[in-house]
């Protein structure tokens, strides 16, 4: 059964720090583009951040320098270190994987498929 799941939200004030974490089980990926999406209250779901399979990084324009996305591979997981955190970045945050040689860019839009989706985590933050 394959499954990602999300942990490691909550609520914390401005400025403060969260690390998720997404725990992939039940399929073994070579290839692969693995992130972070996120969705506010009234707004669009929007790509956050992306690692692939050979390590390589890409962020939104939004988090770039505030959020680190890294990968545990022993582990499965996939982990965004949120620093520095601001009201604007209350969400829920999705975790999400598509199988295969793959685009970072296009991962973090909407139009490009992924297979697989976890449940989903919230993060709060308070002014």
């Known amino acids: 059964q394959v499954q990602l799941v999300e942990s490691g939200g909550g609520s914390v004030q401005s400025g403060g720090s969260l690390r998720l974490s997404c725990a992939a089980s039940?399929?073994?990926?070579?290839?692969?583009?693995m992130g972070w999406f996120r969705q506010a209250p009234g707004k669009e779901r929007e790509g956050v951040a992306v690692?692939?399979?050979?390590?390589?990084?890409t962020y939104a324009h939004s988090v770039k320098g505030q959020f680190t996305i890294s990968q545990d591979n022993a582990k499965n997981t996939v982990y965004l270190q949120m620093d520095n955190l601001k009201p604007e970045d209350t969400a829920i945050y999705y975790c999400a994987v598509r199988n295969g040689v793959c685009s970072r860019d296009r991962f973090l839009t909407s139009e490009y498929e992924k297979n697989y989706w976890g449940q989903g985590t919230q993060v709060t933050v308070s002014s």
């Open positions: 690692i692939d399979s050979d390590g390589r990084l």
């Open positions: 039940g399929f073994q990926l070579i290839y692969y583009c």
